[in-house]
Structures are given as C-alpha cells and as structure tokens.
C-alpha cells in the first residue's frame, strides 16, 4: 500500500473535530485512506441500497449501531443523515467519531456548510501525487508515461491498462455523476464536451466558444462545468487580482486533475504518440499545477494558486500566494534549459517589486539548479517547491 501524505493531517484533525470529511474524485483512494487511519472503526457505505433505506428511513436507529462512530461512505447519498450526526457530535463531544467521505462536492460540502459547519475537519484527496509515488519507491517511467498514465490509484496499484481503464471511468463514474446531478437530454453532446475540454487544457476558459463547438446554449455548458468540478474531474485557475498598474485578463484557465484523463480524452493512444502531440506542453503544466494543488489539499488547506496575465500578453504561468507575498512559477516542458524561459519572470519581478519572493522554474529535465539566482527544479524533484513554508 502506498502511503498517503494526508494521513497525518487526517491524524492532526482527529485530534479536534468530531467529525472528518474526505472529498475527491472517484477512486483516488479516499475510503482506503479513511480505512488505513482509522482501522478500528465499521466501515459503511451508504452506495449500498439496504443501507440507503435503512439510513433514511431510521436515521437514529442506524447511527445507534455504531457507539464508537464509523467511516460512512459516500454519505452524500443520503442527505437527511447530516441533522442526525449533528446532534449525536453535539451530545457525545468526541473528537474523530464518525468519518465521512464522498465524491460529489455538491452533495458532501454544501451539506457540511449547511449543517455542520464548525464540527467537521476536512480534507480534499486527489489522485497520487509524485512525491507519494517518489518516497514509496514506485516505478514512474519517464515524463511522457507519466503524463500518458496519470496518477489514479488502481492504474498504479493494479497495474491496469490506462486507456482500458479510463473508458471505464467515464463510463461508470463521470457520467452517471452526471446524471445524478442534472439532467442531460443527450449524453453524445456531453461526450463531445469532455473532449472539446481537454483539447482546451491549460487555455483560457472560452464559454462561447465552447458552446458554440458542442452545439449547446452557454447555460448549459455553465452547468456542465460546474459538474466537473464538483466531481474532481477539472479545476478552474483564477487569475491574480494584482495588477502592478497593468490591465489583467480576469477570465480563469482551465485544466485537470490528473493528465492521464485529459490524454485519454485527446485520444492520446501510447506515449509516443503523446511526445509528438501538439498539447504536450499543456499536460506538462496541467501536471506541475495538479502536484502543487496536491500538495495544498494533502495538508487541509485550500488552494493558493493563481496565473498572472496582461492585456499585453505577458504571463507567469503559477503565482502562489503567501500572505501579502507572491512567488512566480514559471513551466517549460523542455527537457533542455535555456535561460531566455527567465525573461517573463524577471519582468514580472520588476512589476511585483516588495511583494515578489524568489522566483521558481519547472522544466521537463532531469537536472535541478540555479540559474541567475532563479530555482530551476526537474518535474520529479519538485518536492523543495510543494513542500509547506517553514
């Protein structure tokens, strides 16, 4: 088993919240995580229909079968059960009693705001990141695998074939999210808007365009969006508000979580075919952004991460938010550095003046340095840039 690095922030919170929640995608490994740090408590899912039932029908008799609590899973099922486990956390007062988790942001978190809010420690759970795979000695291949296969558990614990194993994801799990969430008329239309998304990684967000592409009105591709976010599927990049007396883009970028899904979509079919593809650099940065997104949510925290973008065309591609201070990232997918990758971020730094902090580089290489005072990290060494400030 691989080890997770939000074990121990699970194991900090346990220690004030009567309840922990962990969210993310399907199959990233949150019941295993719950499972693994939490190993004397019943498991329960409430996917199962008898527990459904019971669970709605006789919200207090079911949760009386469990003195010590329990992991509860995919609770989002059963929406009436929250009430229940706030007046048993409010009555027992005991840290870590019952663990939640669930796949659908829209279904756990809106329920925790509404009604637990205050009694629940929280954890967002994505796919493997690097350095997990890194520190349990796991064979990762080179960067085209990496980006090719992404970073689900069950492709790297089961060795399952990607491309076999993504149809199947989208199959069984984005979509009937999907279904369950809202409802569409026409799931060809909706497939055909999971591509055009993936061919539109690491791009600014076009709504428009987007709609005008799947031949669907901009609500619906605005409702479509906000499903995969809710389901951990892609993530919106906000740019940075700060504007150093330039005029900024305010519209937010679009990747995924995880690379892997995005090349299946693209119709990537081996890594050959991925190191010659024209969104290769695009999964490249979608990888290095996912890892520090990764690194944010494995400690409990949100995510601190923008994109800076002027009228003029000039871009820092990561800004990561420090109190009053930001540092610039920049992302190259080369596997040879070359100083003029530093041009943007030595512009930038003249704008940011106090506020910037010591500027960083990630490159497809496998060589680390400093170049003119700048970080320059490979893509599997990036662990001095997602590792917490001290």
């Known amino acids: ?158 060795s399952l074939a990607p491309q076999r194993w993504f149809a199947n994801y989208v199959m069984t799990y984005v979509e009937r999210d999907v279904r369950q969430l809202i409802e569409v008329q026409n799931l060809s239309l909706f497939q055909r808007f999971l591509k055009m998304c993936a061919a539109r990684c690491g791009q600014l967000l076009n709504m428009s365009s987007l709609a005008n592409d799947c031949g669907v009105t901009h609500k619906t591709i605005g409702a479509w969006l906000s499903v995969l976010e809710a389901g951990y ?34 119709g990537i079919q081996d890594t050959a075919h991925l190191s010659i593809h024209s969104a290769r650099g695009a999964l490249f940065e979608n990888l290095v952004i996912s890892e520090l997104m990764k690194s944010r949510f494995n400690q409990g925290l949100d995510s601190n991460l923008y994109f800076w973008r002027n009228s003029t065309g000039e871009e820092v591609d990561v800004l990561i938010e420090r109190g009053e201070h930001l540092m610039p990232v920049e992302i190259k997918s080369s596997q040879t550095f070359n100083t003029d990758y530093l041009v943007g971020l030595s512009k930038w730094t003249q704008y940011a003046g106090a506020t910037a902090l010591p500027s960083q580089l990630v490159y497809g290489g496998d060589t680390s340095m400093t170049r003119k005072g700048v970080a320059v990290h490979s893509w599997n060494q990036m662990k001095n840039l997602t590792a917490p400030p001290a």
């Not at 229940?84 to 956390?89: D, F, G, I, N």
């Not at 925790?112 to 291949?141: C, K, W, Y």
């Open 233 to 266: 599927v892609i993530f919106l990049l906000q740019p940075h508000h700060q504007n150093f007396g330039k005029r900024l883009v305010k519209t937010p970028k679009l990747y995924f979580h995880d690379t892997g899904l995005a090349a299946y979509l693209l």
């Open 1 to 158: 088993m691989i080890l997770r690095q939000a074990t121990a922030t699970l194991q900090s919170l346990a220690q004030g919240y009567p309840i922990l929640a962990i969210t993310g995608p399907r199959q990233a490994g949150k019941t295993t995580l719950a499972q693994n740090t939490f190993p004397d408590k019943p498991y329960v899912s409430l996917e199962d229909p008898d527990t459904r039932a019971f669970a709605q029908d006789d919200p207090r008799g079911f949760l009386a079968r469990f003195d010590g609590g329990a992991v509860l899973d995919e609770v989002q099922r059963c929406p009436s059960l929250f009430s229940y486990l706030q007046t048993r956390v409010d009555k027992n007062k005991q840290m870590a009693e019952f663990v939640l988790t669930g796949s659908q942001q829209f279904g756990l978190l809106s329920n925790i705001t509404q009604t637990l809010a205050g009694r629940v420690g929280l954890v967002q759970l994505l796919p493997f990141s690097l350095q997990e795979l890194h520190d349990e000695n796991v064979p990762m291949g080179n960067l085209d695998e990496v980006l090719w296969r992404g970073l689900y558990p069950p492709i790297h614990d089961r």
